[in-house]
Structures are given as C-alpha cells and as structure tokens.
C-alpha cells in the first residue's frame, strides 16, 4: 500500500465519520423521551422565539426530513439562530471569534504539553530509577491527577491575583506596563499582539502543565518498553553512542504510541481547554460552552459540539499523516 | 486520560534531522501561528461583529453633539441600594464610529445633577456611585463638558427609587423535620424612608390560597413540595415593591429512595450468587469438592507470588492506604463529621452583621465564609473546624460526605463502562470477521467524539440528576476497555485450549465463560482502576460545571462554589484547600495502583 491510496483511504473513513458525526449530532439534541422538539424550543414564555426556532430547525415536520434539512444546514454552514448567548442573533456570527481565540490557545499549548512532555518523559525513560526519573515522573503523575479547574483557579489566584502580574480574565484589552491602555480597536498591530500574549501567558501555561503530565507518562512508558528490546542491545554492542542509540533507535519507535494517544486524548485535550477558559474568562469555544448551557442555548450548544467533533476528526486525521512519517511500514 | 499501556511495533529507522533545527522549526511554526491567529480577526469577513455597530449615532463630525453622550438606561432601584451611574457608554459610540472624531471619556468632565428631598445633589466622574436614601421618582441630568473644546452635551436618565422589600432567605429541608419546618416568614428587613404600611404575603400551600398582613410570623411547612411566598411591601408614600421566598420541602426519604444504589449494587451479586450455589449443588452435590480445594491453593498461591510484587512497589501501596483513608471516610462520615447533615439549611450559619436583627444578645459578628476556629458557633452550637463557605455549611462535613459521590460515581461507572466495554470488545474478538468489523468502527466512532463536550452536551439535555451523572459517565468512557478486551481476546483465542475444546464440542458461550472470560478479565483490570480515576475526575469536572446534582454534596459542587463567590481572589484557602486535595489524591491513589497492577501483570514493564 503507498501512501497516496492510505492516505485515501482515510479520506473516505474521514468523510464517513462526517456524515456519522453530523447524524448522531442531530439525534443527540432529539433523544428526550416526551417531545423530541422539546429539546431546541426554548422554555422562555417568548412566543416569537419558539415560532422562530421551530420554523429554522423544521420542527414540525417528520424527523427525516428534519435530518435531511439538517444536513443541508451544517454544509451551508447554517447553524441556526442563538436563543440565549445573543438572542436573536445568528450563530454563525458568534462563532468566528471564539473559534480562532481557542485554535491560539490549543495550538500553542499542545505544541508545547507535546515538546516538553516527550523531553520530560525521554529524560526520565533513559535515567530510570535516577532522581530525574523519581522527581519527572512525581510532577507528571500530581499534575495527571490535578483537576485542570483546580490548577487553573491556583494559578489564576496567585498571579493574577496576590501577584497582579497579568490580567484576571479575557483575551484581549491589557498591555503590559501600561496602566491606561487604548481601546483594543485603536491599537497598533505590534500592540494588538502583545496584548493578546499577555492575555495568554496564564491559560497556555496552565494548559501546558496539565497536558504535558500525560504525554510525559506515556513517553516514558513507550521508551521505557523499547528500551528492553534486543535490537538496543544489538546496538549497543556495535559500539553505538549513547545518544544516537538514544535518538536514532528507542526515540523513532517509541514516538508511534505517543502519536496515537496524543491523537486520541483530542478529546480530552478540549476538556481541559474548556476548564482553563472557563476560569480565565479567555473568550473561546470552551466559554461560549459554559455560556450556552447556561443560558440553555442548544442551537449554540449544537454547534459547537459539531466543530469541536470535527476539530478531533482533523486532527486525528493530521496524526494518520504523521504516522506515515515516522513509520515507514505503513506506506510500504 | 487514556490507558498508557499501548505499544506501537518496533523497527529500525535512518537518522532524520538533528534535534536543534527541529526545535528551530518548532518555534518558527509556533511563531507564525500566533500572527495568523493574531491577524485574521481584523478580516472583515471572519470578524461580522464590527458591523453591528448602533445606527442611531448622529453623522455630524468633531462637534459634540446631544446624542454623543449616554447617560444609560433608566433604573428603579430598592431602597437604601447604590447604583452606579454610566457614562461611559460614550466610549462604544466612538469605537464603532472612529470617523465622529476625538471623544475620550478622560478629557471630559461629567456632572450628574439631580433633586433629591428638596436638595440639589451633584456628583462628578464618569461613573460614580451613589446610594438612595429617599423613595421616589428622580430625573438624573448628565452634563458632559469636553476639556479641549469646551463643548457640552447633555442626557437625562429616570431613577426610580421603591420601597426595599425583603422576604428574607431561601429554606431548604427535609419533610418531617419539626424544627426546620416551623419556617419563620420574616420582611423585617424591608425598609423604607417612610413608614411601612402594609405587608402582605401570598402562597399556595396544599392546593390551598394563603394570606397574611404580619411582618414576621411563622408557617408550618410539613408536605414535601416546592413553595414560593410572595411578599408586597407598601409604604405610607404609595410605593410597593414585591421580592419572593422559595421554600423546598424534600421529599421524606423513604428505604428505596436512601438506598438505591446500594439495592442496585446488591441485587444483582445476590441474584448471581444464588445462581452459582444452585448450579454448583445440581453439578456436584457438595459446595465445597476437593478439586476446588486443590484449585484453591494454587491460586492462593499465585495471588501470593502478586502481592509480594505489588508489596515491592512502594509507591502503590501509598496509593493502597490512601483508598483506605478514603474508603473509612465514606463510610465513617456521619461520625467524623461535625454537622450531622451539612446540606440541611437549618444547619446552616447565617451571616450576622451589626444591625441584623436575629443579632444574638452579646453582639456576635458571624460572616460567611467564616476561617477554621476552635470556637463553636453562638447561632447552632457547631464546631467549624475548616471554617464555613458562603452559604454558612460546614467545610469539614461537606469534605467528608463528599467522599461519598466520588466514590459512588468512580465505582458504579466504571463498572458500566466495563461491563459494557467487556462485552463489546468479547464479541468482536471472538466472532470477528463482520461482527469484529461493525462494532470496532462504532467504538472508534466513539473513540473520536470528544468526551467530555459530550458528556457536558448530554448532562445539559438529560437534566441534573445523580442517576444521569453516573450513566454519562459510564456511556461515554467505554470505547478504550472494548479495545483493550478486543486485543486480549484475540491473543487468547488462537491458544491451543481454545482449538481444543472447539474439537470436543464446546458451544460459544461455554467457549467464552470458562476459558477466554477467565483469562482476559484479569488483565483489563489495571485499566479499570484506571478508568476510576478517570471517572472520579469527570464527576469533579461536571459538578465545577454546574451540571452536577445540587442535592448531592460532591468536592467538585465545593470547588464551584468557591469559584462562583469569588473565594479564590479573596483568598478563603480553608474552603478550597481540603477539597481540592482530596480530588488529588484520590485520582492519584487510583492511579498509582492501577499503575502498580499494571507493573504486577505485566512483566516488561518490571526492572530492567
């Protein structure tokens, strides 16, 4: 198999799981017992809202035509009319925003949980037993077990609060040093990103630590396993250096489950997203979320589940490539 | 979380790269990200929410003109409240219309005049605050002068002053509790400059219309349902304003309502082992063969050959003794507990401030959060040895009753997960072929929905209930014990055994009970104490959420708690500290020993 038909033929696994997604998606907001309508329609006494949402999502007719305009609506990236974070308001118009504030969190802080988790986890597989390994290994299995809400709120507490280093909440708006900042709209463009670094520097370093303690564990757990093997032996009794031993033989093979898990725990990644915007109000998914339910906005609520379920379909399609890359027996 | 025992095929690879350039490349990429990110919001396409802009704002440029300046929206306000008045909302006219020229709130002076009692009030600044001493009906005039330009614009807002009135606090307790339900309706609070008039206070109880004109009186609420009292608060100048009281009576529990799942948990072991001494006296005519006795030993001795592995790991026999610890504080927590019932409201502190008139004679200031002292409250003769939250409950007992919901959730969803993930995963390693096919794509169909969004999405449509809570939890954590189970059952099932008692004409289900069931379970059981840590940690994530049951005292509503009243920046340490660490410890305390099982059934992972 090359890899142009593998890469195929995830496509079409891709596209399936689309269309499996979009469908469950729709059943999910319809599964109470009673009036499966009762979901959407909002419990408000606002007559014109109810008349409004059930005209958009077709409510009235039989469920697979229902389905059948839905699927419409999500590939004419309609998703409806929000009835409670912004009433009225289209939900296509709340999403760009938040969407682009979380993919800069995510991004930035996955990079970094994969970076220094997998050093963390390699230092501690290759000194094993050794203070690193003890202490390394200590530090990832307490912040494995730390709720992210709890770190986040601890972080928050002291740097934000008894410290007053960076801002308490948002994602934008504050600059560093500068007691009256402009209005955002009026900043330059070099202001504009330094204020929205320094909005980040908390969220991302609290994502950071949470996340990296698990691709630590598993890096060390993966490199701690291929290391017993007979081909390290071999290499090492051809005279082969610690460190290319080290890089060129345990870290290629032991990097293969680091991948699958990372593109696995997507899932689990967005949770600890939404726990650190919540706490740091960073205008993202994971608040528009807690926003929604609160205020019981489904149409939003709905939508969002959509992206975030596409959001681990692509990356675990990204990881599909990647693996390619390092596993040469996959496109052979 | 995912269980960290998966292991990709091995072979050797050519060199790539140094290690420097790929973190060069790292950077650059994290580099450029931020910039695209950074950058693409000011896309007028991606960023509609610049067109919203009001329309209403007047075109005429530099001057500063009437309709430039806001004084808000008009308020009506209770008695003795402040307000803050806003001027600054100036600031949104001028950011979505940057061509109106130059108006900054910090080059202006704002005056708000108005008449109050026959006085001229006059407060300066672009939000000040002020507090209402007298009821009636106020026109607040903003003047706004401009600095440079000395231009001045004006805006009017219509402060409504009412009566304050105040039917005092929300109850709620348990049927068939004498003192609790002789419920205290209590509008003392309410006030006014002028007299108060008339109290008048209205609600259903038993399908049955009540009315009574007495500031403070008592009711006797002993039916289990939900009450709302109305209170109408008139004074002498003809102003009224109305505020509501909700009294929760809880239902009685009765035995089924207590201990259901417990019954749950129960039940089926009975059922089950019933079944077994049933079949084992038809089958052999005696419960205990020697044959069994045999089998016995060896697995005793076995067991024993694991635990003294499992001894050797120091660190999960920690984790041993903390499940311990927590295990007897589940249990113990009536005992341990300084506040029998903590989610009782007659067991709650109330806030006693100067002035309040359940005040006790010897002028005793009580607030809420209050820090741990070894002084027994004045008001319900309580010990606080961790101090109160913010609705007056004992931190302590809620900690030590919490343990409880953790406990419960971690146990009851793993065991669904696993039951569910068990025989999913038997089915398709045994049956393979289109069996193994269908169920493999819905588990990795599964696998990649996003958890906990999903869990967050299905608690918000199912309702708070302690019931669904576990069931999300259970329904959703199950794909990864299907994997693991399929892939053991696999190994099992080419064994020579397994061909053998095919050859003598074992069925299926005789197939999988004795032989492959006996064989796969053992090793899954490491990911299953992991998936409680899991589950315990979903549980904690929801009830921070606010989707939990607010009925059930569980660490994660705590931590909510605090977070909702702002405790983190006011620095109450005693009632998030204990809490916190104890979500800590007992994820860690599972995991450590998943781990340490982990270690014990599987022996590559042992030293080197």
Avoid at chain 1, 223 to 229: G, N, Y
Avoid at chain 2, 173 to 191: C, I, K, R
Avoid at chain 2, 292 to 308: A, G, N, Y
Wanted: include cysteine; charge should be neutral.
């Amino acid at each position: 198999m090359n890899f142009r038909s593998y890469i195929a033929k995830r496509l079409v696994y891709v596209v399936i799981t689309l269309f499996a997604i979009i469908i469950f998606n729709f059943f999910l907001f319809r599964v109470m017992p009673g009036d499966p309508t009762a979901v959407l329609v909002p419990k408000t006494g606002d007559v014109e809202l109810k008349n409004d949402i059930i005209q958009i999502f077709h409510l009235d007719e039989p469920w697979y035509s229902q389905l059948y305009s839905y699927i419409i609506q999500v590939f004419t990236l309609d998703f409806g009319m929000s009835t409670g974070v912004k009433k009225y308001g289209d939900v296509r118009e709340i999403l760009p925003r938040p969407i682009m504030n979380t993919l800069l969190l995510v991004g930035i802080g996955t990079a970094l949980a994969i970076w220094l988790g997998v050093a963390l986890g390699r230092a501690a597989a290759w000194k094993r037993g050794k203070a690193i390994d003890t202490v390394g290994m200590g530090f990832a299995l307490t912040f494995y077990s730390m709720p992210t809400f709890l770190f986040a709120l601890v972080i928050l507490m002291v740097f934000g609060g008894m410290l007053g280093w960076f801002p308490l909440n948002g994602a934008q708006g504050k600059i560093p040093f500068d007691p009256n900042p402009p209005d955002y709209a009026d900043m330059s463009i070099l202001q504009k990103i330094v204020s929205r670094g320094y909005h980040l520097v908390l969220p991302v370093f609290a994502f950071t630590i949470e996340m990296m303690a698990e691709y630590a564990l598993i890096m060390r757990n993966a490199l701690t396993d291929v290391l017993t093997e007979d081909y390290i032996v071999t290499a090492r009794a051809k005279g082969i250096s610690n460190k290319r031993i080290l890089h060129d033989h345990a870290m290629r093979n032991a990097l293969l489950p680091v991948v699958t898990v990372a593109a696995i725990s997507v899932g689990w990644m967005l949770g600890g997203d939404i726990m650190v915007e919540i706490v740091f109000s960073y205008e993202g998914l994971g608040l528009l979320t807690w926003d929604a339910v609160n205020k019981r906005d489904y149409p939003v609520l709905q939508a969002v589940f959509l992206l975030m379920a596409i959001g681990v379909l692509i990356a675990n399609f990204i990881a599909d490539i990647i693996y390619v890359y390092l596993d040469p027996r996959v496109s052979v | 979380m995912m269980q960290i025992s998966s292991y990709g095929p091995t072979n050797n690879m050519r060199v790539r790269r140094k290690s420097s350039s790929r973190a060069m490349l790292g950077v650059m990429i994290l580099a450029a990200f931020v910039a695209v990110a950074t950058i693409i919001p000011f896309v007028s396409i991606l960023h509609p929410v610049s067109q919203l802009a009001p329309e209403s704002v007047a075109t005429s440029a530099a001057t500063l003109a009437l309709d430039r300046i806001d004084a808000g929206w008009d308020q009506i306000v209770p008695y003795g409240n402040s307000t803050c008045l806003n001027g600054t909302n100036v600031f949104d006219i001028k950011r979505h219309n940057p061509d109106l020229g130059q108006v900054d709130i910090r080059n202006m002076l704002f005056n708000w005049t108005f008449v109050e009692n026959g006085k001229n009030v006059s407060k300066l600044g672009a939000q000040p605050t002020y507090t209402w001493r007298y009821v009636g009906e106020y026109v607040v005039n903003l003047e706004a002068t401009d600095f440079r330009t000395d231009e001045v614009a004006s805006d009017t807002l219509v402060v409504k002053v009412i009566v304050k009135a105040d039917a005092g606090r929300d109850r709620l307790f348990t049927e068939g509790n004498a003192s609790a339900s002789h419920v205290q309706l209590d509008a003392s609070n309410s006030a006014s400059n002028y007299n108060i008039t008339g109290y008048s206070w209205t609600w259903i109880y038993q399908g049955k219309n009540y009315v009574n004109s007495n500031s403070s009186f008592y009711f006797d609420f002993t039916e289990h349902g939900t009450y709302e009292v109305f209170l109408n608060v008139t004074d002498e100048n003809g102003s009224w304003a109305q505020d509501s009281v909700v009294i929760k009576v809880l239902r009685k529990p009765t035995f089924f309502t207590e201990h259901w799942i417990g019954l749950l948990f129960w039940i089926p072991i009975a059922f089950i082992s019933v079944l077994w001494f049933v079949s084992k006296m038809r089958r052999d005519h005696a419960l205990v063969t020697k044959t069994d006795i045999e089998k016995m030993k060896l697995k005793s001795r076995d067991l024993r050959k694991q635990w003294k592995i499992f001894k050797g790991n120091r660190l999960g026999i920690a984790g041993l003794v903390i499940l311990f610890i927590f295990a007897g504080m589940a249990i113990l927590a009536p005992w341990i507990s300084t506040v029998p019932n903590p989610n009782n409201s007659a067991n709650f502190e109330p806030t006693l401030l100067p002035g309040d008139p359940l005040l006790l004679p010897e002028h005793f200031e009580w607030v809420n959060p209050r820090p741990p002292s070894l002084q027994d409250s004045p008001y319900t003769s309580y010990l606080h040895l961790l101090g109160t939250d913010a609705n007056g409950q004992d931190v302590w007992s809620l900690t030590m009753y919490g343990s409880r919901a953790s406990l419960e959730v971690g146990l009851i969803a793993t065991l669904i997960s696993v039951i569910l993930g068990a025989m999913i995963g038997l089915a398709a390693g045994y049956f393979g072929k289109a069996t193994d096919e269908i169920l493999m794509r819905t588990t990795d169909f599964f696998l990649v929905l996003p958890w906990f969004p999903l869990m967050i999405v299905m608690m918000a449509i199912l309702g708070q209930k302690f019931i669904w809570v576990v069931l999300v939890i259970g329904l959703t954590s199950w794909p990864s014990t299907a994997r693991v189970v399929r892939s053991q059952v696999l190994t099992v099932k080419e064994r020579q055994f397994i061909v053998r008692a095919r050859c003598v004409g074992a069925g299926d289900s005789h197939i999988i009970r004795t032989h492959i069931m006996p064989n796969v379970l053992p090793l899954i059981f490491a990911n299953t104490v992991l998936l409680i840590a899991v589950a315990i940690f979903s549980e904690a994530f929801l009830d921070f959420f606010g989707l939990g049951d607010p009925t059930v005292i569980s660490w994660g509503a705590m931590l909510e708690g605090a977070y909702e009243s702002q405790a983190f920046t006011a620095g109450a340490w005693w009632w998030i500290a204990l809490p916190g660490a104890c979500i800590v410890l007992m994820v860690l305390a599972f995991s450590l020993v998943g781990y340490a099982i982990d270690d014990v059934l599987n022996p590559k992972l042992r030293k080197r």
